[in-house]
């Protein structure tokens, strides 16, 4: 059975070694802590606000949010299937299938994505990055509160 690894940018054992590396600097747990974690929202909330496409720290290369359009067929062992995400309230209250169209978006769709290609490790291929549960929602949020955030965001290279 698997192991789940668990691995936090706020964990006793970075702040151990961060007290290691720099002994001048006294901070509680609690308050390196909370720097930290202020630090990861201030960035998330530029990247949704701005729609940028920033570096990461350490040669991690590139996060942003990706703008794409879906296709609506996909051919699969030479049958065409419909590639449409499904509405399953609606569903349930048609009682047939019905699709999301995304018209409030124009058909497009959103969310984080992190550019491999510019990262400086060996095997970055091995490796994906998803975004947590707040921070996939927040996308849906701004682009709700306000539709200027669908026009922000850009359809980058991949």
């Known amino acids: 059975m698997r192991v789940a690894v668990e691995w936090r940018s706020a964990s006793k054992e970075n702040y151990a070694l961060f007290c290691k590396k720099f002994p001048n600097i006294k901070l509680s747990y609690v308050e390196w802590e909370i720097i930290i974690y202020s630090f990861n929202d201030m960035f998330r909330e530029h990247i949704l606000e701005t729609g940028d496409k920033e570096k990461l720290p350490m040669g991690l290369g590139d996060i942003s949010i990706?703008?794409?359009?879906?296709?609506?067929?996909?051919?699969?062992n030479g049958e065409e299937h419909v590639n449409l995400p499904i509405d399953w309230q609606k569903t349930k209250e048609k009682g047939k299938v019905i699709y999301n169209?995304?018209?409030h978006t124009e058909g497009f769709f959103f969310g984080w994505h992190w550019f491999k290609k510019s990262a400086r490790f060996k095997?970055?291929?091995?490796?994906?990055?998803?975004?947590?549960?707040?921070?996939?929602?927040?996308?849906?949020h701004f682009i709700k509160v306000d539709p200027k955030y669908q026009h922000i965001y850009r359809e980058w290279q991949i």
């Open 66 to 76: 990706i703008k794409k359009k879906r296709r609506k067929t996909k051919t699969y």
């Open 101 to 103: 169209f995304n018209y």
């Open 123 to 140: 095997h970055s291929n091995l490796w994906f990055f998803k975004a947590g549960r707040v921070t996939s929602r927040l996308i849906n």
